[in-house]
């Protein structure tokens, strides 16, 4: 007679074999006899999820560890179950328990680094980062995991270290082609545009006519001025299933002088499944504007529903954009600002195309208008950012711009940008694009070793595409930084009484800044309140006549300060101390942060980083640390480098 020891034998026979059905009946029989067997009913749980039933596999493998608690690997398919449904943050808590069973479990050291990857956010990479360390430390043979871990270096900027480990990944696997591509896309990001296209054309060799692969090469051949041959990359990508190529190859159309091509292609953008909407939407949009075609274009985007998507209305806002951008181009911006005043969204180019109608808007009451100046003479050195207005929102642009500036004036060439909400809110004077010059993708890691001095290889008459940020903001450069980003005179009204309304109420002004929001989303790092009121209990009795003033994305978060009496742009404004600034609120509450006694900033928010930086008359600035769950003083500018 068989023993259910012997029975299970021949069921995980089976299960190796593939042969699924005959495995879970063989389960089933055994846990008749002996219910409580662990191993039978882990072992059934990952049958069923072989044949396609992850719900029952769930409720076996969790029925085996109620009995059995200690079954490692049994908290490791758990996890892996609990990943393929998508329960992210669950299945990270089954793969950290299995650890704490069996320290040495490579499959979970590796499952967890793979899916703090996919959930992705600053808070996750670094651990990401140590977690596939460690199996590289238990297998240094694991090709896979050098791979990926070259992948979330680059995600945190780690070049060098991100090209290390995709060499070791070929080091151990000359053919693999993966690694050959992310080493392409390193390059790219280092400048080296030539040795990106070598690294993709090796890729391809070994794994022909790769949609990935295509479209890279596209944006390298691309960063080399070889648009011609970036356009094939891009078709075959497209014709490869990469619909994100689709706006790629319009764009380089466009920058051809193929002008009906990059309109048919990029309507084609708008109907294709899976492919970037949005930026197909802010190209043919900007396209028929440089055609004059304004009408066409309102009534195209007035009825334009995307085929692919739930809802009729997915781009809706991506479509008013447009709409309003072309009243904006037409000088209407009363009917432009009109068409986005109850519009609600976190869209770089809704943000900038919003914001410049108001700005403009505020202007035409006054009989007035933004006006832009021309390079008086393009022969010169140049560069420009053309995208500087697509990426993030306000702070982001401005800390783009900071850098670009900084790189331009070290090397003698002259700035030209596109329209952006800075140019426009700052006392600033660049002149608008002349055209003409090839573009420069993923720049912001050369751009910052030309500007600190780590390199000396410059580049002019280039196109330098976001995103881009300064990893640094020395002392040396604080005074030209603050003297470039001063509010236009004309702007003085509507933002200069919020301060003064706080110091009518007080002799120091505190502000915070709270963010929540898109933060939730994306998995920044939360300020908790109840760091910044255990700080105020202690700091409130030392200053004189304080009063503290919120700027948040979150009202709710107001509350938890009562005991300090706070005050917001709201309260002010249903006071009647000032008026609301329609549409320009951020601008408002900006103000106040960027002239404030006493500065406390949100955790990885630009925007208070920005105001910080911009402050001239904060005696303490201050800042939360999440790891120790306090506050902490701080300075926006670090001490200068000697030595790059």
């Given amino acids: ?45 990952l049958a069923e999820r072989r044949l396609g039933r992850p719900d029952k596999a769930l409720e076996m493998i969790r029925n085996a560890l109620d009995i059995l608690p200690g079954m490692a690997d049994a908290c490791y398919n758990l996890g892996s179950t609990l990943a393929a449904l998508g329960r992210i943050d669950e299945a990270v808590a089954a793969h950290r328990r299995a ?13 967890l680094a793979a899916l703090l990857c996919d959930r992705g956010g600053p808070r996750d990479w670094g651990m990401a980062i140590l977690t596939f360390r460690r199996v590289l430390r238990l297998n240094p043979n ?7 871990l070259g992948i979330v270096l680059r995600q945190t900027g ?25 080493l392409g896309n390193i390059r790219i990001e280092m400048g080296d545009a030539d040795g990106a296209m070598a690294c993709f054309r090796r890729s391809l060799l070994l794994e022909p006519e790769q949609g990935g692969v295509l479209y890279n090469q596209g944006n390298a051949q691309h960063a080399a001025g070889l648009v011609e041959a970036a356009v094939e990359s891009y078709a075959r990508a497209a014709r490869a299933g990469i619909t994100l190529a689709l706006p790629r190859l319009g764009h380089a159309l466009t920058e051809l002088g193929r002008l009906a091509e990059a309109e048919q292609v990029l309507r084609a953008a708008l109907f294709s499944p899976d492919g ?17 075609r304004l009408e066409e274009l309102r009534r195209f985007f007035a009825e334009y529903r995307y085929p692919h998507a739930a809802s009729p209305d997915a781009f809706r806002i991506d479509c008013l954009t447009a709409i309003a951008e072309s009243w904006v181009a037409a000088g209407d911006w009363e009917r432009a600002a009109a068409l986005l005043d109850e519009v609600q969204w976190h869209g770089s180019r809704f943000f900038t195309v919003k914001s410049i109608a108001c700005l403009g808007r505020t202007l035409a009451r006054q009989g007035r208008r933004l006006e832009r100046r021309e390079n008086p003479d393009p022969s010169q050195p140049r560069i420009c950012s053309s995208t500087l207005a697509t990426h993030g929102r306000f702070a982001h642009n401005v800390l783009e711009y900071v850098l670009l500036r900084l790189y331009a004036e070290k090397f003698g060439y002259r700035l030209e940008t596109p329209d952006w909400v800075g140019g426009c809110y700052f006392d600033l004077d660049d002149p608008k694009p002349s055209g003409g010059l090839k573009p420069l993708s993923y720049g912001r890691h050369m751009l910052n070793d030309l500007v600190t001095g780590r390199r000396d290889d410059p580049r002019r008459n280039v196109d330098i595409l976001s995103p881009l940020f300064l990893f640094e903001h020395r002392e040396e450069w604080r005074e030209r930084v603050q003297s470039w980003l001063r509010p236009r005179p004309e702007w003085l009204p509507h933002v200069d009484p919020v301060v003064q309304a706080l110091k009518a109420r007080g002799n120091t002004v505190v502000a915070l800044h709270i963010r929540r929001g898109d933060f939730v989303w994306f998995r920044y790092t939360i300020t908790e309140t ?3 009121v255990d700080w105020l209990k202690a700091l409130w009795p030392t200053l004189d006549r304080p009063v503290l003033y919120i700027a948040t994305d979150d009202p709710a978060t107001i509350a938890d300060f009562a005991e300090f009496a706070p005050v917001s742009l709201n309260h002010l404004v249903k006071d009647g101390a000032v008026q609301p600034w329609t549409g320009l609120e951020f601008l408002q509450d900006f103000h106040v942060l960027m ?16 105001a910080a930086l911009l402050n001239r008359n904060a005696g303490l600035f ?14 926006p500018w670090t001490a200068s480098s000697k030595t790059p």
């Fill in 1 to 45: 007679m068989t023993t259910v020891a012997e029975a299970l034998q021949i069921a995980v026979g089976y299960h190796r074999a593939d042969r699924f059905d005959e495995a879970r009946a063989l389960y089933l029989r055994i846990l008749e006899v002996d219910p409580r067997n662990a191993h039978a009913m882990h072992l059934l749980g």
């Fill in 142 to 148: 694991r090709i896979a995991a050098y791979h990926d």
């Fill in 622 to 635: 201050v800042e939360p640390d999440a790891a120790a769950q306090r506050i902490r003083p701080y300075s």
């Fill in 158 to 182: 780690a070049l060098k270290e991100a090209q290390t480990s995709q060499r070791l990944a070929l080091s151990l696997q000359p053919d693999f082609g993966g690694a050959c591509a992310n």
């Fill in 530 to 532: 109840s760091w910044y």
């Fill in 276 to 292: 970037d909407v949005p930026g197909a939407i802010d190209l043919l949009s900007t396209l028929l504007i440089r055609q004059g």
């Fill in 595 to 610: 002239n404030a006694d006493v500065l406390g900033v949100s955790a990885q928010s630009g925007y208070s980083q920005l």
């Fill in 99 to 111: 650890l704490v069973l069996a320290p040495e479990l490579e499959d979970a050291y590796n499952a």
